[in-house]
């Protein structure tokens, strides 16, 4: 199979702090991870795009300034989430796929609440 | 915006088939049709996926129409743990050629006992 993990799993912070979420492929090399998030009852929202060694591709409307995404090898991805606030709260989830295919592999999802 | 609709909700009876049908009439001719499930607080898990022929695997069955506006994904012996929500992506390629899923809001399938 294809594993993706993501630490933490849940995590709670006061407001004006920075959040550091990594997700790492198990199993396979990612090529490519992609960030998302879910506010509750609703679909998950691409918020950027990651390919190994290179900037992340951000979707209109996020900030790259307060999401900040690193690729450093071809398996971990981290996003910042930096000096967040309450609206920031949600659940946060990456996937990845493997070199040269298109099917993504979803990590668990990580739980931000902003205080 | 998606390019899928999708009953918002469906219930099936444990050890029935389940068919959740999904709409994709603007779909092109090299935009796949994906299919993911997310049960309550996790991560969705990768089902099947197809481009115009049916595809069957471990999990599911994946009918496509000829047309390709419609699919269907049958899990053939529902049991209460497929109870979630499914989603009908087709993957599509941004003004970048990358290509990505946008997700609807998906189906919501309860397994009765």
């Known amino acids: 199979g294809a594993v993706v993990s993501q630490h933490p799993s849940w995590v709670i912070c006061k407001s004006g702090t920075s959040v550091k979420i990594e997700c790492r492929s198990l199993d396979f090399q990612a090529t490519t991870m992609f960030w998302y998030r879910q506010f509750p009852k609703q679909s998950l929202m691409l918020m950027a795009t990651?390919?190994?060694?290179?900037?992340?591709?951000?979707e209109q409307g996020v900030e790259k300034d307060k999401f900040l995404i690193n690729h450093a090898s071809l398996t971990l991805s981290t996003l910042t989430v930096t000096s967040a606030h309450p609206e920031d709260s949600s659940f946060y989830i990456c996937?990845?796929?493997?070199?040269?295919?298109?099917?993504?592999?979803f990590g668990p999802g990580t739980r931000l609440t902003v205080l | 915006d998606a390019k899928t609709t999708q009953p918002t909700s469906m219930d099936c009876a444990e050890g029935r088939a389940a068919n959740l049908p999904c709409n994709h009439s603007t779909i092109s001719g090299n935009e796949y049709v994906y299919w993911y499930r997310q049960i309550h607080s996790q991560g969705p898990q990768y089902i099947i996926h197809?481009?115009?022929?049916?595809e069957t695997n471990e999990m599911a069955s994946l009918i496509i129409t000829e047309d390709r506006k419609s699919s269907t994904l049958i899990l053939p012996h529902a049991t209460l743990r497929d109870t979630a929500v499914y989603y009908c992506?087709?993957?599509?390629?941004?003004?970048?050629?990358?290509?990505?899923?946008?997700w609807g809001l998906g189906t919501s399938l309860a397994v009765n006992p």
């Open positions: 996937s990845a796929t493997r070199t040269n295919t298109d099917t993504q592999y």
């Open positions: 992506i087709v993957r599509v390629y941004d003004a970048g050629n990358n290509r990505k899923l946008i």
């Open positions: 990651s390919n190994e060694g290179s900037k992340a591709t951000y």
């Open positions: 197809g481009l115009k022929n049916n």
